[in-house]
């Protein structure tokens, strides 16, 4: 199949972005290392020592940049679907995040230790009809805050990708309701046509 204009056009883009170029030469995953570097520079959201349980972690750039700051005292601990190729100071766990045995397989890598920051980058493959991908965004974000609100020690934080639009200020209120503090971030790394925005929330309500 000939690739279309549009695909050509993302392929030149990807190939003369920056972050794209920045990251293969210093050894990143993903451009989207850049953003969860940007966000926790300003905010301070990873410490050393701490755990962390990355959600849809493939290809691995937010684990990789986790993993280097929580050293060896720490934990980063990623969940994926898909398959990730090994990363060091990362335990990685294939499967779906609500699974009971994949729950198991984490509660068994924590060794009770609690869990400091929640990180999640999920987007759902898109359709490319808006309202549906849209949908599809939102509830891959409620995914996420509903795992962290049930994992994550009542001092950590809790960061997700959601894209404005449709749901988006009801999730807003929802994650202002659950947590002590919320601030939306747009690190400079996330292209500007694009609705995607971070919330970060901390300290957990009771």
């Not at 570097?37 to 849809?56: C, F, M, T, W």
């Not at 994949?102 to 987007?123: C, F, Q, T, W, Y």
């Amino acid at each position: 199949m000939k690739p279309s204009k549009t695909s050509k056009q993302w392929m030149r883009e990807h190939i003369n972005d920056p972050f794209v170029q920045q990251a293969q030469k210093e050894g990143y995953r993903s451009r989207a290392a850049y953003k969860l570097l940007e966000i926790n520079a300003r905010d301070h959201l990873i410490k050393p020592g701490q755990v962390v349980v990355d959600l849809g972690a493939a290809p691995g750039g937010w684990c990789q940049v986790a993993a280097k700051i929580v050293g060896e005292a720490g934990k980063v601990i990623a969940l994926d679907l898909l398959p990730v190729e090994p990363l060091r100071g990362v335990e990685f766990i294939q499967g779906d995040f609500r699974d009971e045995e994949v729950l198991r397989k984490l509660e068994s890598s924590l060794h009770n230790r609690p869990i400091g920051l929640v990180i999640s980058d999920m987007a759902p493959n898109f359709s490319g009809v808006s309202q549906v991908d849209q949908d599809r965004a939102i509830y891959l974000a409620e995914l996420a805050m509903e795992f962290a609100l049930k994992h994550l020690n009542p001092e950590g934080s809790f960061l997700v990708k959601v894209f404005q639009g449709s749901g988006f200020e009801n999730y807003m209120k929802l994650m202002r309701s659950r947590f002590e503090k919320v601030v939306t971030r747009k690190p400079k790394a996330s292209r500007d046509r694009s609705s995607e925005v971070y919330l970060l929330g901390t300290g957990v309500l009771e």
